[in-house]
C-alpha cells in the first residue's frame, strides 16, 4: 500500500515538473520574441548567420545582435539654385528642385544588401541618405 502511494506522488511530481519547465520555455520564448512593425525589418546578426524578418523572430541577448531598418519610402528633395545652379551645355545657369523617393525592397536580400553596405542605422535616417 505504502509503494503504491509513493508511486503516484513521484508521477505527480514529475508531471509538474514537466508542466512548470514547459511553462517556463513558454514564457521565456515570449520574452525574447522581437515583433517587427509595418515598414521596418529586422536584421539579426550572431548565432546561426544573419536572418532577415518582416515580421518577428526570437533573439537571445547575448547570441544575437540586432538591428532594426526602415524600409518605407523616403522622400528626398534636392534644390539647386543661384550659385549652385547647374550650368547648362548653352552656359546659361538654372535653378532645379527634384524630388527622388528612395525605399528597399522588401525581400531578404536587398535588405541584407543594405544592411552590409550602408548599414542599418544610416539606412533609415533622410539625413545620411542625403549624403549618401
Not at 515538473?17 to 515570449?30: F, K, R, S
Not at 550572431?46 to 519610402?73: A, C, N, Q, R
Not at 536580400?109 to 542625403?130: F, M, P
Amino acid at each position: 500500500m505504502m509503494l503504491a502511494a509513493f508511486g503516484t506522488t513521484i508521477v505527480y511530481l514529475l508531471i509538474g515538473g514537466i508542466v512548470l519547465i514547459g511553462a517556463g520555455a513558454l514564457c521565456m520564448a515570449v520574452m525574447l520574441y522581437r515583433k517587427v512593425e509595418q515598414g521596418q525589418a529586422l536584421v539579426r546578426n550572431g548565432y546561426g548567420g544573419t536572418l532577415v524578418s518582416f515580421t518577428g523572430t526570437v533573439v537571445w541577448p547575448v547570441i544575437h545582435k540586432v538591428e532594426y531598418m526602415d524600409i518605407s519610402v523616403k522622400r528626398i528633395e534636392i534644390y539647386r539654385h543661384g550659385e549652385d545652379g547647374l550650368v547648362c551645355k548653352d552656359n546659361i545657369r538654372a535653378d532645379i528642385k527634384v524630388a527622388f523617393f528612395v525605399r528597399v525592397n522588401s525581400t531578404s536580400e536587398d535588405v541584407l544588401k543594405v544592411a552590409q553596405s550602408v548599414g542599418c542605422v544610416r539606412a533609415s535616417e533622410l539625413r545620411a541618405l542625403i549624403e549618401l
